[in-house]
């Protein structure tokens, strides 16, 4: 837990992810394959220009903005940006009902399943090329330390018997009325030693994994990861060229003066971002845009943004 005396150098630990925003070449088709495959429906959209802004969740909580972008290439894998966005699930029932429907989605790639120690989850690939996580927690008194760090691991996870366990017809019709929300993001980025001095250092985020050379894991308030940063595919990319893919990463903060905490820091790196009052915005190393707001932010303003 954070402690009033450490507030200036570390952020908020109730500090939350919220909506990814993703730039997409063909807005009915991503916003179909989120819909039908992750339940997400639709909630409100809006026309900038050339642009289509329409945002997708569970019932009205936002978990993911598209903006229709024409022209851009396709994502890069090489590239910095999104490795995947972390759907966080309640119950095991709700996660499995929400695998199963992108399992039988045409579109849908799946890519693997792994029992993480602290969560159980399962990975997938949009037909646009974005990563994406479904995954659900264990208990959090279960989780292990081990010289300091939350013991994570990567270990077989059979799909086919999860399924057989968890799912249920209840949770299979009550589709979008199950609560989900974006619990981590994982991003790819061209240095471990860039990414920590930044979401570490300058925001405020603790790390909870850093023994490991290829990536960082780091929270707030000991969870065991609200960002994962790797190098795994990306290693030594400079900043990122205008294409599909990540187009926001969302953070909230409990108060204004947590905002105000993470100005400070960013002040005295010479970070340059904007304060609208209600949220700052930056971008780091590689040129991701990073919001952070405050509780609240209705859809017209994520639209707005």
Same mark, same amino acid.
């Given at each position: 837990m954070t402690s009033p005396h450490d507030a200036d150098r570390v952020i908020h630990p109730d500090t939350q992810m919220d909506?990814?925003?993703?730039?997409?070449?063909?807005?009915?088709?991503?916003?179909?394959?989120?819909?039908?495959?992750?339940?997400?429906?639709?909630?409100?959209?809006?026309?900038?220009?050339?642009?289509?802004?329409?945002?997708?969740?569970?019932?009205?909580?936002?978990?993911?903005?598209?903006?229709?972008?024409? +022209?851009?290439?396709?994502?890069?894998?090489?590239?910095?940006?999104?490795?995947?966005?972390?759907?966080?699930?309640?119950?095991?029932a709700s996660l499995a009902a929400t695998v199963y429907r992108a399992a039988h989605d045409a579109r849908t790639r799946f890519t693997g399943s792994s029992d993480h120690l602290v969560s159980e989850a399962f990975y997938f690939t949009d037909p646009e090329n974005n990563g994406i996580e479904l995954y659900t927690d264990r208990a959090r008194d279960t989780w292990q330390h081990i010289n300091g760090e939350i013991s994570m691991d990567t270990l077989y996870l059979d799909p086919n018997e999860y399924l057989r366990t968890h799912l249920t017809q209840d949770a299979l019709d009550a589709g979008p009325a199950?609560?989900?929300?974006?619990?981590?993001?994982?991003?790819?980025?061209?240095?471990?030693?860039?990414?920590?001095?930044?979401?570490?250092?300058?925001?405020?985020?603790?790390?909870?994994?850093?023994?490991?050379?290829?990536?960082?894991?780091?929270?707030?308030?000991?969870?065991?990861?609200?960002?994962?940063?790797?190098?795994?595919?990306?290693?030594?990319?400079?900043?990122?060229?205008?294409?599909?893919?990540?187009?926001?990463?969302?953070?909230?903060?409990?108060?204004?003066? +947590?905002?105000?905490?993470?100005?400070a820091r960013l002040r005295e790196r010479a970070q340059a971002f904007t304060d609208n009052g209600t949220s700052l915005i930056t971008h780091d190393p590689w040129g991701t845009e990073v919001t952070l707001s405050l509780p609240g932010v209705t859809v017209d303003e994520l639209l707005a943004r």
């Open positions: 909506a990814v925003t993703l730039r997409v070449g063909d807005l009915d088709l991503m916003s179909g394959y989120y819909g039908d495959a992750f339940a997400l429906n639709p909630i409100e959209e809006r026309t900038r220009g050339r642009e289509v802004h329409r945002v997708l969740g569970r019932g009205d909580v936002p978990m993911m903005r598209l903006i229709h972008t024409p +022209d851009l290439p396709e994502v890069n894998p090489r590239e910095a940006g999104l490795f995947h966005t972390a759907f966080l699930f309640d119950t095991q199950l609560a989900g929300r974006v619990g981590h993001v994982h991003l790819q980025v061209g240095d471990i030693g860039a990414a920590r001095a930044f979401y570490v250092d300058t925001l405020g985020f603790e790390a909870t994994v850093s023994s490991l050379p290829t990536a960082l894991f780091a929270s707030a308030g000991g969870y065991h990861h609200h960002l994962g940063m790797n190098v795994w595919n990306s290693r030594g990319a400079g900043p990122r060229a205008a294409r599909l893919g990540l187009g926001e990463v969302a953070i909230t903060v409990p108060t204004r003066a +947590d905002l105000d905490a993470v100005a």
